[in-house]
């Protein structure tokens, strides 16, 4: 298969306009179908949130997508949302954006991508180009389109093309987005990866070609299991610095001088997000079903896993300088999105952490000014405003503890309301108060 410089030397003719089939419009797909259809792809989006299609016929803002954008391009018809399957049938491109969740325990949830992928070989027309891009276990791209494609007598690379490019989004990123980050595409076949580079690139800057499916399935598990391992490294590094009575982040950054062989990677309260917490358990899982074990992921989630624990005893300390106790403590947990700025709370490190303080006797109610609240054992906490009075907002708490600093928050307002506010996140120093502490 052709590879590296030998298909990079080759240029990559612009793709005419296609009728493209986007399945799935979450925070991965709907980015995905916008950046399609403003490089003049006629696209559909299928979903089965019969809700979420509404509203974005409607041009209102989802999945992270403002209004404005999404209103331009269905009032000028280069994009329909559908619950329709039908649609694939009449697509040329076919896109599959679906989530690839977690369970209860851990393990890779597949049935939405297996779903969406019967769904695909059930009404998929002969010439089609199909495009996994979801997270998924290495080999699931061969195993749930390509094999069955072949075993109906259709021809993987003549009858219908295959390739395999995974999502490389970030929510909340003002510099990049899906048509100026580099994105992945591998083939079934020589076929199957030239069609899919000429697609891929007809939206985005640059459209790397690699070695095989399962390369790229790697790939893209390897991005996010990388900053898990380092950030789970210096959460443990966090608690020893707690020890020596050091600041973590002073470590860091005096480490970080070293101009070579070094990336800096910051602690906080736990890892969330639908990438980072998620890929290394899909890695897990691959190195399992070959018979190994993933020594260094498993220990680097026990690592984690011990920061709400680390963040409750820091605040127990704060509180005992002050008199207090954490049975009954007033605590206000800010900022419960996963990462700032954002409104998006999956995998938030902010529930361990009430699950934590609570467990210790804390009597705790929750801020996000972008999130309208969180779910906690299977309750919504709703959020609640800082400039009223406990418990229906901050003033009068013992502790405000921050999980996400958004920056919209007024942290001396929110200090001169509590007692003391334990940053977890080390990002408050420019605020001047003596009552914000550091993890």
């Known amino acids: 298969m052709l590879f590296d410089s030998e298909i990079e030397r080759k240029a990559v003719s612009p793709a005419p306009s296609k009728r493209v089939c986007v ?5 991965a797909g709907l980015p995905t179908a916008t950046a399609i259809a403003a490089a003049g792809h006629r696209t559909t989006g299928l979903d089965i949130d019969a809700a979420k299609v509404a509203s974005i016929n409607a041009g209102h803002a989802t999945s992270g997508i403002p209004a404005a954008a999404i209103t331009t391009l269905i009032d000028d018809g280069s994009l329909i949302a559908t619950t329709d399957a039908a649609a694939i049938a009449r697509a040329e491109v076919i896109l599959i954006s679906v989530p690839t969740p977690i369970d209860s325990e851990g393990r890779p949830n597949e049935v939405p991508v297996e779903r969406a992928c019967e769904t695909v070989l059930e009404h998929v027309s002969d010439g089609a ?8 276990v290495p080999g699931s791209t061969r195993r749930l389109l390509v094999d069955p494609l072949n075993a109906a007598g259709r021809k993987v690379g003549e009858d219908i093309f295959v390739a395999f490019s995974p999502e490389r989004i970030n929510p909340g990123d003002a510099v990049f987005n899906v048509s100026n980050t580099t994105k992945l595409v591998a083939g079934a076949t020589d076929a199957c990866l030239e069609r899919g580079r000429e697609f891929v690139a007809s939206f985005v800057s640059t459209a790397m070609p690699v070695a095989s499916l399962e390369t790229a399935e790697l790939a893209k598990l390897v991005e996010n299991t990388f900053r898990f391992i380092n950030i789970s490294f210096v959460n443990e590094l966090a608690v020893l610095c707690d020890r020596f ?32 917490p998620v890929s290394p358990r899909y890695l897990q899982a691959a190195a399992e079903r070959k018979g190994l074990v993933s020594d260094v992921i498993a220990a680097s989630f026990r690592a984690t896993g011990r920061m709400a624990g680390h963040v409750s005893d820091r605040l127990a300390a704060l509180l005992a300088e002050r008199g207090r106790v954490m049975t009954g403590a007033r605590v206000i947990v800010v900022g419960l999105a996963y990462k700032p700025d954002i409104a998006d709370t999956r995998h938030s490190p902010a529930v361990a952490v009430i699950r934590e303080l609570e467990s210790r006797g804390a009597e705790v109610v929750v801020h996000d000014p972008l999130a309208t609240g969180i779910i906690v054992n299977g309750v919504l906490r709703p959020s609640m405003p800082l400039d009223r009075v406990w418990p229906a907002g901050a003033v009068g708490a013992d ?10 928050i007024d942290y001396s307002a929110l200090a001169g309301r509590v007692g003391v506010v334990l940053d977890t996140r080390n990002a408050l120093g420019w605020v001047g108060s003596d009552r914000i502490v550091s993890l």
């Open 23 to 27: 399945i799935g419009l979450g925070f």
């Open 129 to 136: 180009l199909i495009v996994m891009q979801c997270t998924v």
């Open 245 to 276: 009575g050091v600041n973590a982040w002073d470590v860091i950054r005096a480490a970080e001088t070293k101009p070579f062989a070094f990336m800096a990677h910051f602690p906080g309260p736990g890892i969330g997000g639908d990438c980072i």
């Open 399 to 408: 502790a405000a503890v921050v999980i996400t600093p958004h920056s919209s």
